[in-house]
């Protein structure tokens, strides 16, 4: 692409508003599919974004459509009901899957785009929406070296650090594989805080020794806020998309015949909340009361 790519975007919600918000600021232009979904666009039209209805209408409007919506089903559903992206995607243009999904069904994904014409990568994401707005996501991406390289400055216009993991499907995979690794830290800190607030320990000793100690780190100092004032408002990932992203990497682990024992007890703990609408810090208040 020697011109400015024209850009489509299918998922404005908590993190593709942000990445919306700093693809338009990078000078792209910018369609984006309407969706109850979404979070607010009127910033985004505002700033130039322009609107369409269908997937297909993104597509025809792009070089290249960027997914963030939940997972497989979805991706598939946006790329290949009717109306969908695949039908007006040109030859030539490029679909980059942000979301989290299960790496068998991104390659079988891919196979169908190339064989429509199009190119193909995976770029899942890690932060949060807060880090998405300010663009400053991480990005793990499985795709042809050329692919990375062509499309890496749109990716720099919403991401701060960007791994190129490997060919197509390698993102998702090492992207699982990082949740696995950030919710297991979370189970174990939140049963943890719970634990000790049983036991009658004051929350502030419980942080400083626990984030001066072992469980100092990125998970910890996303869970402090809430354990120290009960503000959940730093890591605002669902229960439900926690037992979503563990389901994938048991299915993942499966595939793989790997290990897979001390995620199990993680997934166990999770889909065991009755409301999968909470927070994952709000965990913590959902084992404080819960007896053995």
Wanted: aromatic share 6%; proline share 4%; glycine share 14%.
């Amino acid at each position: 692409m020697t011109q400015t790519p024209r850009i489509g975007l299918v998922g404005a919600g908590l993190m593709g508003h942000g990445i919306a918000r700093n693809i338009l600021r990078g000078g792209y232009p910018l369609t984006l599919l309407e969706h109850p979904g979404n979070q607010p666009v009127d910033d985004l039209v505002q700033a130039g974004a322009q609107l369409a209805s269908t997937g297909r209408e993104v597509a025809e409007a792009a070089d290249a459509v960027l997914l963030c919506v939940t997972g497989s089903p979805q991706v598939e559903a946006v790329l290949f009901e009717p109306g969908g992206v695949l039908e007006g995607l040109a030859p030539g243009g490029v679909v980059i899957d942000c979301s989290t999904a299960l790496p068998s069904s991104t390659t079988r994904v891919a196979a169908r785009v190339v064989e429509a014409g199009g190119h193909f990568m995976d770029a899942a994401m890690t932060r949060t929406p807060r880090e998405a707005e300010e663009g400053r996501l991480n990005l793990i991406v499985g795709a042809p070296s050329a692919l990375f390289a062509e499309m890496r400055p749109l990716l720099e216009s919403f991401a701060e650090n960007i791994t190129h993991a490997g060919e197509v499907g390698a993102g998702h995979t090492l992207k699982l594989v990082h949740n696995f690794v950030s919710l297991g830290f979370s189970a174990v800190l939140a049963e943890a805080a719970a634990a000790s607030r049983r036991a009658g320990i004051d929350d502030t000793a419980f942080l400083e020794v626990v984030g001066k100690g072992g469980g100092g780190g990125v998970v910890f100092d996303r869970l402090r806020p809430f354990i120290a004032e009960g503000d959940a408002s730093g890591f605002r990932f669902s229960v439900a998309n926690a037992s979503k992203d563990l389901g994938y990497y048991h299915a993942m682990t499966d595939e793989l015949g790997a290990g897979r024992s001390v995620a199990e007890a993680v997934e166990a703990l999770f889909a065991g909340i009755d409301d999968q609408g909470l927070t994952v810090p709000e965990v913590i208040r959902v084992l404080e009361e819960r007896k053995a």
